[in-house]
């Protein structure tokens, strides 16, 4: 059975900092892109992060750019988001997602996903 397990959400005041770690399980990831998105409340799932299966490539939405980083770990069968100088508006539950074919920025491209962590950022 493939799972995806994220964890390290938490609640941290604005401007802080959190790890977010996605392991995997099942099966390995190596050969696949993976993602993070996020969702808050009422509102859509969005992109956040992807990276190519070597670790060679990253992508960001505009909104975390220069802020959040993310990386992987191919021995570990883990991806990791890096996030710094938090807003408010980071608040959501982020998903680690493992991609299979299409356009990074988009959820159909993704068809492994994990259940959430929750990310509360405080003013």
């Known amino acids: 059975q493939v799972q995806l397990v994220e964890s390290g959400g938490g609640l941290v005041q604005a401007g802080g900092s959190l790890r977010l770690s996605c392991a995997a399980s099942?099966?390995?990831?190596?050969?696949?892109?993976m993602g993070w998105f996020r969702q808050a409340p009422g509102k859509e799932r969005e992109f956040v992060a992807a990276i190519s299966w070597s670790g060679g490539s990253t992508y960001y939405a505009d909104s975390v750019k220069g802020r959040f980083t993310i990386s992987r770990d191919n021995a570990k069968n883990t991806v990791y988001l890096e996030m710094n100088s938090l807003r408010p508006e980071d608040t959501a539950v982020y998903y680690c997602?493992?991609?299979?074919?299409?356009?990074?920025?988009?959820?159909?491209?993704?068809?492994?996903w994990g259940q959430g962590t929750q990310v509360t950022v405080s003013s």
């Open positions: 099942g099966r390995s990831f190596s050969s696949n892109a």
């Open positions: 997602a493992g991609h299979t074919v299409g356009s990074y920025y988009f959820l159909a491209a993704y068809a492994y």
